[in-house]
C-alpha cells in the first residue's frame, strides 16, 4: 500500500510510526507545511520502517498515486485538503474534529464518485465513539453510556495538577474556556456546561482521578444501539485541576471579553493562559499516560446487565513517544489501512462509529494491542 500523512506534529509522528512498521506499507510519504520537521519525522521512524520512507516537498505531488491519505492536521489546515482528496476520489482519515459549521459541507460530499472521508478518528474523538458502539452493540437495549477519557501527566504539577504536553489548544491556549458541553438524554442532545458534573473516580494502577463533562460529539447518538440512550463524555484529569479553573472562572479570570488594563485591552483568560504556560508546559524528563473507560447500561437477555472497557497506555521510553501521540497517531494509522484495503468504504463522511464495525473494528483494536496499548476485555460493570 502506497500512504501519504499530512501533517507530521507530535500526532502525525504516532501515526508515521505505526504506518512505517506495518508490513503492508510499501512506500510511506510524508508532507509537512514546515520541511524540517517532516524530514526530523523521517529520520526518527525510518530504522523501524519495513517499506520506502519519502519526504514530499508540494502537496498535489504527496496526494498523487496514493492508497489512502491519512492527515493528523487540525480542522482549519486539512478541511480543502479534505474535500479535494474526496472529489479526485482518494480516500481520506483524520483525527481533526470538523467545527459544526462545516458539518453541511462534509454532508454535501455524499454523490456518487466521491471517495470515503472517514472523520475524525484519534483517541478522542475517534476511540471514544468505537467502544462505546462496542458496549452498546452487545446489549440487547442500551440505557446508558459514560465515556471518560484523558491524557494526564504522569505526576501531576503544582500549580494545577496539569502538564500540558501537546498544547491541545495550542501552546498558549490551556484547556480552560468556559463553554458549553454535549450529552443526550434519551437521544436528544442536551447543553451542560463545561466543568460540571466533577466526580471523583478510581482507576486501577493509576489511582483517583476527577472528571467532567467535556467533549461529546454530537454524533454518537447516530449510532442506532445508542439513539435513545443517557449518553455523557467527561474529561479526566488529576484531582484539584477542575476546582481550580472553576474558581479562576468564579472570580472572573477566565471572560472573554476585553478589560482596560492601563490603557491596554486585555482579554482575562488569555492572560491567565500566558501567565500558567510557563508553569505547566511539559519538561525533558516529563511522561504521560492516557485512560479511556466506557461504561454501558441496558438490558441482556431481558435483563438488567451492564458492561465496561478500559483502555490504557503510558509514554514509552524505547521510542519517545507519548501515550497521547500512540493512543491518538496509532488509531488514525490503523484506520487509514483499514480504508486502503477496502474495508471501511462509501461515498462522502463516514462517521467512525458507524462505519468502522465487526471484524474491521476488531482488527483496528487489535493494531492497538500488537503496539502495546492494552485495552481489557469486555467486564461487567456495576
Not at 4 to 23: I, Q, V, W, Y
Not at 87 to 93: K, Y
Not at 99 to 122: E, F, K, N
Not at 296 to 320: I, M, N, Q
Request: aromatic share 4%; hydrophobic share 40%; charged share 20%.
Amino acid at each position: 500500500m502506497r500512504v501519504t500523512l499530512f501533517g507530521c506534529g507530535r500526532m502525525g509522528l504516532g501515526c508515521a510510526h505505526s504506518l512505517a512498521t506495518d508490513p503492508a506499507v510499501t512506500r510511506l510519504t510524508l508532507f509537512d507545511t514546515d520541511p524540517d520537521r517532516a524530514h526530523d519525522t523521517a529520520h526518527r521512524i525510518t530504522p523501524y520502517a519495513t517499506g520506502t520512507v519519502t519526504v514530499a516537498t508540494d502537496p498535489d505531488a504527496a496526494r498523487a498515486g496514493q492508497d489512502v491519505l491519512a492527515t493528523a492536521l487540525p480542522w482549519a489546515a486539512c478541511r480543502d485538503l479534505i474535500g479535494t482528496a474526496a472529489r479526485t476520489g482518494v480516500p481520506i482519515a483524520g483525527i481533526a474534529r470538523p467545527h459544526q459549521d462545516d458539518l453541511a459541507m462534509l454532508g454535501d460530499l455524499d454523490r456518487p464518485g466521491t471517495s470515503t472521508v472517514l472523520l475524525p478518528i484519534g483517541l478522542e474523538p475517534g476511540l471514544t465513539e468505537l467502544l462505546a458502539a462496542e458496549l452498546a452493540e452487545r446489549l440487547d437495549h442500551t440505557r446508558s453510556v459514560e465515556i471518560f477519557c484523558g491524557g494526564i501527566p504522569g505526576t501531576p504539577r503544582e500549580p494545577i495538577g496539569h502538564v500540558s504536553f501537546f498544547g491541545g489548544e495550542s501552546a498558549h491556549h490551556l484547556p480552560i474556556a468556559q463553554r458549553d458541553s454535549l450529552a443526550t438524554r434519551h437521544g436528544r442532545l442536551v447543553t451542560v456546561p463545561r466543568f460540571s458534573g466533577l466526580e471523583e473516580r478510581h482507576f486501577d494502577g493509576i489511582g483517583t482521578l476527577q472528571a467532567y463533562h467535556d467533549g461529546m460529539v454530537p454524533w454518537l447518538r447516530t449510532h442506532p444501539a445508542l439513539s435513545e440512550a443517557d449518553c455523557t463524555q467527561k474529561t479526566v484529569r488529576w484531582p484539584g485541576f477542575g476546582e481550580a479553573v472553576t474558581r479562576l472562572a468564579q472570580l472572573g479570570l477566565l471572560g472573554e471579553e476585553p478589560v482596560d488594563v492601563d490603557g491596554a485591552r486585555v482579554v482575562p483568560r488569555r492572560l491567565v493562559e500566558r501567565v500558567l504556560a510557563p508553569r505547566v508546559m511539559a519538561r525533558p524528563a516529563d511522561t504521560d499516560l492516557v485512560v479511556l473507560e466506557v461504561i454501558a447500561h441496558g438490558t441482556l437477555g431481558g435483563r438488567p446487565h451492564g458492561l465496561r472497557v478500559r483502555l490504557t497506555d503510558t509514554h514509552d521510553p524505547a521510542t519517545g513517544l507519548a501515550a497521547m501521540t500512540r493512543c491518538t497517531g496509532f488509531a488514525l494509522a490503523a484506520a487509514s489501512l483499514l480504508l486502503a484495503g477496502g474495508e471501511v468504504g462509501g461515498a462522502g463522511w463516514q462517521m467512525p462509529h458507524l462505519a468502522i464495525h465487526g471484524a474491521a473494528r476488531g482488527r483496528l483494536l487489535d493494531t492497538l494491542r500488537r503496539h502495546g496499548i492494552r485495552i481489557a476485555e469486555l467486564i461487567p460493570a456495576a
